[in-house]
């Protein structure tokens, strides 16, 4: 009789605990509640001097196709060399579900300048190979650079 108790007792512990995992796994959807100066403000004091100049919404419209009006804010960041390709993009979006259109938009911006540098630009084809696009809930991070992990981890410590 003992025995069926405590076989009972563990079956009904592993599933509270998956319970409790599928809960916060379902509930925890990333983002932030920050505005978007308290999130880039942190990762634009990890830029190298004269790596990357912040850059208007015009600019970021021009270059990725993103209208501004369906974001809560965006900072745009990109070198002002032309023969350089660095540049890092964080916007914070009014609707999560408008992540992927985003995420889309700004690969096909990679998948363009790598047609463009591929013959010509050997190291910077390397760092648009190694650029890293990220959602995280409400947030859109992307980053082109010799530092993209060091910025991308000071994006998430500033979410």
Not at 30 to 54: F, H, Y
Not at 65 to 89: F, K, P, Q, R
Not at 127 to 141: A, K, M
Request: aromatic share 10%; with cysteine; net charge negative.
């Amino acid at each position: 009789m003992r025995m069926r108790n405590y076989i009972i007792c563990e079956i009904l512990c592993v599933l509270a605990l998956t319970g409790f995992i599928w809960f916060l796994c379902t509930t925890r959807a990333g983002g932030t509640q920050k505005s978007i100066d308290e999130v880039s403000s942190p990762v634009e004091t990890c830029l190298a001097q004269d790596q990357m100049i912040k850059k208007t919404h015009a600019d970021a419209y021009q270059a990725f196709g993103i209208d501004v009006s369906d974001t809560e804010g965006l900072s745009y960041y990109a070198n002002e060399n032309v023969m350089d390709v660095s540049e890092m993009l964080i916007i914070k979006l009014k609707d999560k579900d408008d992540a992927k259109a985003y995420k889309e938009a700004i690969e096909t911006r990679i998948e363009e300048r790598k047609n463009l540098y591929k013959d010509y630009a050997p190291e910077q084809y390397a760092l648009l190979c190694d650029s890293i696009v990220n959602i995280s809930g409400n947030t859109v991070f992307y980053c082109t650079a010799k530092n993209a992990d060091e910025l991308y981890e000071a994006y998430k410590k500033a979410l």
